[in-house]
């Protein structure tokens, strides 16, 4: 076995501003994957873990869901937020969703929402997507010639999607918003209730509040939209117990959307930047399809999540034993010089494109066809319509550790 690598770079995955500084973070996890692939980590607020940066061993360790399960860490968390997570579940609270979960209740729970993300159900829901994306190409060329992209088309155009399929009314609309970047933000200090357990806390019970309401009207009156289809869910002839329900409607909300709402704000800041791959698109538009899996790659939304070893087993030679935890960075794997050809290149028609940024093995994000569909068919929209674009002022990243991109873009534009 080769002895147990500590590199200081890879102290970068549990700083949240290193996500707001890609020429840092990039640096990082390049010198990572030449030197340190598998390389431990003690940092002073957070239990110990493995960082896995090399694409093949982040694939291996996904497609083993026996040897490594989610439970008890599925996402890196500071130690307060880790006991407090913990102390939740154990008391029957807390937030447990599909990326909590190991089979066999993942694969049950993964079930009740599956049809509403497969290919008959994206169909059917095309025609709302594409109204949704003129809306936002409308209200760009409304508001224009400037405007914050980010806040005011990325985060709104997703949202609306993702809560007309939960079927939520539009007033509501606002109220999630706040929720959902309060919750993947709360390491950032401009989206954060607060900095505390504590107060994260605070925000998951009043994502709990909202939907125990909603699941209590979806039981008393059915609709046909997928918050019925949560509440009224049966496993076993039982609805799913209060913490498992209202997880759900969580995870759809605010994965679904501030995920999609991270590539598209990362997808035009990307054109912006590189006229040509934007001229490009423009003059072949059969290129979306590739374009938008490139987006996709070069934002990597998920930054990472994290698997525990069930038994004493190893990574590339190096012993890894069984309770604890690895890191899989997603950012690294979709940057891996072995993977991608001239990686850190914005390429409209990479082809082939074997991101990691959905994961991969039995916990492959559910509603990646949907964020597919959102990404695509807003570029196809604007860009028809584009007739210029550029910054009008510096970009802004979130800072996070777990979901995350761009918080401001101001652009400046022509759209006819």
């Not at 880790?82 to 102390?87: I, P, S, V, Y």
């Not at 290129?287 to 994290?306: C, D, H, N, Q, Y």
């Not at 066809?369 to 510096?394: D, H, Q, W, Y």
């Amino acid at each position: 076995m080769t002895t147990p690598i500590i590199d200081d770079a890879a102290k970068v995955l549990t700083d949240p501003k290193a996500y707001a500084d890609e020429d840092r973070l990039h640096a990082a996890l390049t010198h990572l994957r030449k030197n340190a692939p598998v390389s431990y980590v003690d940092v002073e607020g957070y239990y110990p873990f493995w960082a896995i940066t090399k694409h093949a061993d982040i694939m291996d360790i996904e497609r083993d869901n026996e040897l490594w399960i989610n439970a008890p860490r599925p996402m890196l968390l500071t130690k307060d937020k880790d006991d407090l997570a913990k102390a939740n579940l154990a008391a029957g609270g807390g937030l447990r969703t599909l990326i909590h979960m190991d089979d066999p209740q993942h694969r049950d729970v993964r079930k009740i929402g599956a049809d509403w993300f497969r290919p008959k159900a994206m169909r059917a829901l095309q025609e709302r997507v594409r109204e949704l994306a003129r809306r936002y190409v409308d209200h760009m060329a409304a508001i224009g010639p400037e405007c914050d992209f980010a806040q005011e088309v990325a985060v709104n155009y997703p949202l609306y999607v993702i809560l007309s399929l939960l079927g939520l009314p539009e007033s509501d609309f606002p109220r999630m918003l706040k929720l959902t970047q309060e919750l993947f933000g709360n390491e950032d200090e401009e989206f954060s209730r607060g900095q505390s357990a504590e107060e994260l806390n605070a925000v998951i019970l009043d994502f709990f509040n909202y939907f125990t309401q909603l699941t209590a009207e979806r039981r008393k009156n059915p609709t046909e939209d997928l918050a019925s289809a949560i509440a009224n869910a049966k496993i076993n002839g039982e609805y799913l117990n209060d913490v498992d329900c209202l997880s759900y409607y969580v995870i759809v909300a605010s994965a679904g959307h501030d995920t999609t709402s991270a590539a598209i704000a990362g997808g035009m800041l990307a054109l912006v930047e590189h006229q040509d791959q934007l001229a490009k698109l423009k003059e072949n538009p059969q290129l979306m399809g590739l374009a938008t899996e490139e987006i996709i790659r070069w934002v990597t939304p998920v930054k990472e999540f994290m698997r525990t070893a069930t038994r004493d087993t190893e990574v590339r030679g190096i012993p890894i034993k069984a309770g604890e935890s690895v890191l899989l960075s997603y950012v690294s794997a979709n940057r891996d010089e072995d993977v991608f050809t001239d990686p850190f290149k914005f390429d409209v028609a990479r082809d082939p494109n074997k991101h990691l940024s959905f994961g991969y093995g039995v916990h492959f994000c559910l509603g990646a066809a949907l964020a597919r569909m959102e990404i695509n068919t807003f570029f196809s929209e604007l860009l028809p319509r584009l007739k210029s674009v550029e910054l009008a002022g510096e970009p802004q990243f979130i800072a996070s550790t777990f979901v995350g991109g761009l918080k401001h873009v101001p652009i400046r534009y022509e759209i006819v």
